[in-house]
């Protein structure tokens, strides 16, 4: 088990999730996971980016309800339905992406090649 500690005095130690760090979870779905899995922990350097589907408008739920205290640091957020409960906060060195990004962002413009 790894341990993070915040900077500062009062730096609270967070659990990094081992499981869910430095991986790649393009168009995963983990909302039927126990939210346990993701509670209280820290996930560092993953990317969970969603591609756009058709008609539905992002942001996509990636994540089980339920989760408490996610910290998120420097992962690919993209399309990723972001809650309450997510700390994706870009305070320096964590730089996580969380933008929306549609299928007419990714068709190339005319005369382009």
């Known amino acids: 088990m790894t341990i993070f500690?915040?900077?500062?005095?009062n730096g609270r130690e967070w659990t990094i999730?081992?499981?869910?760090?430095y991986q790649d979870f393009t168009n995963a779905d983990f909302?039927?996971?126990d939210p346990d899995e993701?509670?209280?922990m820290v996930?560092?350097?993953?990317c969970f980016y969603q591609e756009p589907r058709g008609n539905e408008i992002p942001p996509y739920p990636v994540f089980p309800a339920g989760s408490m205290n996610m910290r998120l640091i420097n992962d690919n957020l993209n399309n990723v339905a972001i809650t309450s409960e997510m700390d994706?906060?870009?305070?320096?060195w964590n730089r996580c992406s969380n933008e929306i990004i549609t299928i007419e962002d990714l068709e190339p413009e005319e005369g382009a090649e």
């Not at 500690?5 to 005095?9: A, H």
């Not at 999730?17 to 760090?21: A, F, L, P, Q, V």
């Open 38 to 40: 993701f509670s209280n």
């Open 88 to 92: 994706i906060s870009n305070d320096g």
């Open 17 to 21: 999730n081992e499981k869910y760090s």
């Open 31 to 33: 909302t039927q996971v």
């Open 43 to 46: 996930i560092v350097n993953s």
């Open 5 to 9: 500690k915040e900077c500062g005095e």
